[in-house]
């Protein structure tokens, strides 16, 4: 594993595609460790690296999950274990699409600011023991376990925290972001990596976690197919895109619809009301509770603001750059500009200087057929998107 780049700042995360669509800055991303590159490509080719090294990237860039809204107890400095350190129980872990994952917990620890339990791993099943030196580093973990407390968009984290002792096991690892297992007597000491190696904090405060099982396996879903996912939750596009279907059930979330929001990158909830995820634009500087929509669509309007159209890579509305040709005319913005918009829908995108039709690829079919093509096309995966491609 990589070092952090350190416990201040922001990072970025969210999908960015063939140049332009979808991200945010890191100004406006909920994220720990900042400074150096502020952004995270996860494009179709960063979303098929399973390896190590996306795990590495991941812990290395502190990115932020609130899987699950876990009551939160605020009498935290009372509930402890024998080492007087605050004992933790984790909800439901989740995972992005890479061997790592994140739980929120409770009771809340510091202030009012996110806290997310981490593990990232490499290598296979087993138990392994945290106590060994090896795992103490974030240079050298192969597994990984840590504490972010208070993380901000503005500030960071305030302080962070590294298994000391405790045992890993993980029974099953199915597929990237897939895997089964559980932690064990788990001490979590402060300590401070951003200069590479681990500064353990003399007299700092200490977690624990007796037992916590985890199981991250996605539920899958098409969105706006058939309803797969449970009445509390939503059927969105995770912000790592998967080539065989292209939705995963989150649970709704709280935050006002517009609204600013604090997650991006949640696993397991979308952190706002029903109807809409937090997720940044590509020409604003913001994570806001965005419109999630349907780009292959008609009818009425598929977002409520004038300026916004639906975006095909993660089926939100936010503003893009809309070329004024229509289907099959020549573009006079650059490539992978939207096109031939109605009702808040580019139907188009404007490659190699043509208005080209966008379709959907049915999962699993590999773009032989597609709803948005003619009898006499295929949808083309040229893009390399794995979940929508253009007619021809």
Excluded at 38 to 44: C, E, I, T
Excluded at 150 to 164: E, P
Excluded at 169 to 175: C, G, K, R, S
Excluded at 234 to 239: K, S, Y
Aim: proline share 5%; hydrophobic share 35%; with cysteine.
């Amino acid at each position: 594993m990589r070092s952090p780049l350190g416990l201040g700042g922001c990072s970025f995360v969210g999908l960015v595609f063939a140049a332009s669509l979808v991200g945010c800055s890191a100004a406006d991303a909920a994220g720990p460790p900042g400074g150096g590159d502020a952004s995270v490509d996860a494009s179709p080719e960063g979303a098929a690296d399973a390896s190590g090294e996306v795990a590495d990237d991941a812990a290395r860039d502190g990115v932020v999950d609130a899987p699950l809204d876990v009551a939160a107890d605020a009498q935290g400095e009372a509930a402890t274990d024998a080492g007087d350190c605050i004992e933790l129980t984790l909800g439901r872990m989740g995972s992005n699409g890479a061997a790592y994952g994140a739980a929120r917990f409770s009771p809340q620890i510091g202030a009012a600011g996110w806290d997310s339990f981490w593990l990232a791993f490499q290598g296979s099943t087993g138990t392994f023991d945290l106590s060994a030196s090896t795992e103490q580093e974030m240079t050298t973990c192969t597994h990984c376990v840590y504490v972010q407390e208070d993380v901000s968009a503005v500030t960071g984290l305030t302080r962070g925290y590294f298994a000391r002792s405790g045992t890993l096991t993980l029974t099953a690892i199915d597929a990237p972001g897939s895997f089964v297992g559980s932690v064990d007597d788990v001490r979590l000491e402060e300590a401070d990596w951003s200069a590479g190696s681990t500064q353990w904090v003399a007299g700092g405060a200490c977690l624990h976690v007796t037992h916590a099982a985890f199981d991250t396996h996605p539920t899958l879903c098409v969105p706006f197919g058939a309803t797969v996912c449970g009445s509390e939750q939503a059927c969105v596009v995770p912000w790592l895109p998967q080539s065989t279907v292209t939705g995963v059930c989150l649970d709704v979330g709280a935050a006002a619809a517009g609204g600013p929001c604090d997650d991006p990158t949640s696993t397991t909830s979308t952190d706002c009301v029903s109807g809409y995820q937090c997720t940044g634009g590509a020409l604003e500087n913001h994570m806001l509770c965005r419109k999630v929509c349907d780009p292959y669509g008609s009818g009425t309007p598929a977002c409520d603001v004038a300026d916004e159209t639906c975006d095909p890579i993660t089926y939100v509305c936010s503003r893009h750059d809309v070329d004024s040709a229509t289907e099959g005319g020549a573009c006079a913005l650059a490539d992978y500009s939207g096109c031939a918009a109605t009702d808040g829908r580019a139907a188009g995108w404007c490659v190699n200087g043509t208005c080209a039709k966008l379709c959907r690829i049915v999962p699993g079919d590999a773009g032989t057929t597609s709803p948005d093509c003619s009898s006499t096309q295929t949808c083309a995966d040229e893009l390399g998107a794995g979940t929508f491609g253009l007619c021809r």
